[in-house]
């Protein structure tokens, strides 16, 4: 079982910078592959970002590459994700998400999801 508990989310003006955290319980949080989604209102969850368990691997959504970063502290059991250059565009609750094998784009194949912050960007 992990326990995900996200962090770091606001308002801010275009063009700004916020970091989010994701926090995870459990011994075995190194073996997962970690993911970040954002859902806007009236839309349906999307990937942003997603890690491998050892962080060799990452990859984004062609709407935040080359804008945010994904990371990770296994020894820290958290994740992190970067965002700069933030748009109006990007205004949604950003969840991050486990997986206990590989890594995915896809929303159904993670196992555990955290509440999710709110991040909204005003033009």
């Known amino acids: 079982q992990v326990q995900l508990v996200e962090s770091g989310g606001g308002l801010v003006q275009a063009g700004d910078s916020l970091r989010l955290n994701c926090a995870a319980s459990?011994?075995?949080?190194?073996?997962?592959?970690m993911g970040w989604f954002r859902q806007a209102p009236g839309k349906e969850r999307e990937f942003v970002s997603t890690?491998?368990?050892?962080?060799?691997?990452?990859t984004y959504a062609d709407s935040v590459k080359g804008r945010f970063t994904i990371s990770r502290d296994n020894d820290k059991n958290t994740v992190y994700l970067q965002l700069n250059g933030l748009k109006p565009e990007d205004t949604a609750v950003y969840y991050c998400?486990?997986?206990?094998?590989?890594?995915?784009?896809?929303?159904?194949?993670?196992?555990?999801w955290g509440q999710g912050t709110q991040v909204t960007v005003s033009s």
């Open positions: 890690i491998s368990w050892s962080g060799s691997t990452r």
């Open positions: 998400a486990a997986k206990r094998s590989g890594y995915s784009s896809m929303v159904a194949e993670y196992d555990y």
């Open positions: 459990g011994r075995t949080f190194s073996s997962y592959a």
